[in-house]
């Protein structure tokens, strides 16, 4: 039996368990291509419960899970589709999918929501996101993505360019790096900073973080930059958001003016922040990004459904 039984923090993931996992998922790579039949979890089933948008996470792990034999309950945009919408908790409706399926997966819109349905469930939850919270399956992917792309994740300086405030992508992410020997660079207008708490958590934990409004010096000491999409939908006041809107956008000449080759990844969807002229860049990798992410979550499924083990 897998130690692992929910996904929904980076807090608690040890560097054997990360490094176990994102070996575990290269072993998958020529069935997530379709390249050889697996039936690694025939008989299996997924509930992919998703009460907030998506594209990549919903359909990678739900092809994650087709590729490997099992079959698929997909339930998107579960507020208006869903009992939700006649009130139901979501406790209620975790107690009841697990009698459909035995893994779920859940992305919502309320922070701590997929602690919730992991303390209520049997069945293992893995989580798609909460709020501007978490979204760990995404920072294990992004892993992942450095690792194939930089040959190793130690060593590297990353910097994260964008909405760190609501953003659960880097929350997740900055945990992850936190085990690894990288040094951060965070980039962001002075209102979208990341949460005090975020951050000193993964300076106790030894990681190296430098703060700065400094793109392009930012980028002349870069291996890895990772850039956000500014997180409208999370505002409170939409004034704000119109203030920070716009405020940072990477383009290749910027890139060309570090002088260095860079990764440029971006957990997507892209809006302006990210002009379409680097998708010829060398090194954006950000279509490989989300292959990354059918390779990890099929990884997941293989351990919480007791077919593979990492510590
Ligand atoms: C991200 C998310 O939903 O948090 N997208 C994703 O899962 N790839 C990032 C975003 O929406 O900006």
Redesign the pocket.
């Known amino acids: 039996m897998s130690s692992i039984h929910d996904v929904v923090s980076m807090k608690p993931f040890s560097r054997k368990q990360i490094d176990g996992i994102l070996d575990l998922s290269e072993t998958f790579e020529d069935v997530a291509r379709a390249k050889k039949p697996s039936n690694l979890l025939a008989g299996h089933v997924v509930a992919t419960l998703f009460y907030e948008p998506?594209t990549?996470?919903r359909l990678s792990f739900e092809s994650a899970m087709v590729r490997l034999g099992g079959q698929v309950l997909s339930v998107a945009d579960a507020l208006k589709t869903s009992s939700a919408w006649k009130g139901e908790s979501l406790e209620d409706s975790i107690l009841t999918v697990q009698n459909y399926a035995d893994v779920i997966v859940l992305r919502h819109s309320e922070r701590g929501s997929a602690e919730r349905a992991a303390a209520v469930a049997d069945a293992p939850v893995l989580s798609g996101?909460d709020d501007a919270n978490e979204?760990p399956t995404?920072a294990l992917l992004d892993l992942l993505t450095i690792r194939r792309e930089q040959g190793k994740i130690d060593g590297n300086t990353v910097t994260l360019v964008g909405d760190h405030k609501h953003?659960?992508?880097t929350n997740s992410f900055i945990y992850g790096l936190a085990n690894y020997k990288v040094n951060v660079i965070l980039v962001n207008p002075p209102e979208l900073a990341i949460a005090p708490d975020v951050l000193k958590h993964v300076q106790d934990k030894g990681l190296k973080v430098e703060e700065t409004s400094d793109l392009a010096a930012a980028l002349k000491k870069t291996d890895v930059v990772y850039i956000?999409?500014i997180?409208k939908e999370r505002f409170k006041d939409p004034q704000e958001y119109e203030r920070v809107k716009g405020s940072y956008v990477i383009n290749r000449a910027m890139l060309e003016a570090a002088g260095r080759p860079i990764t440029v990844m971006h957990?997507?969807?892209r809006l302006d922040e990210l002009s379409t002229d680097v998708d010829t860049y060398p090194g954006a990798c950000y279509f490989r990004q989300s292959f990354n992410g059918v390779l990890i979550r099929m990884a997941l499924f293989a351990l919480v459904l007791g077919k593979a083990d990492v510590g």
């Open positions: 998506s990549r996470t996101g979204h995404q953003s659960r992508v956000f999409r997180q957990p997507m969807p």
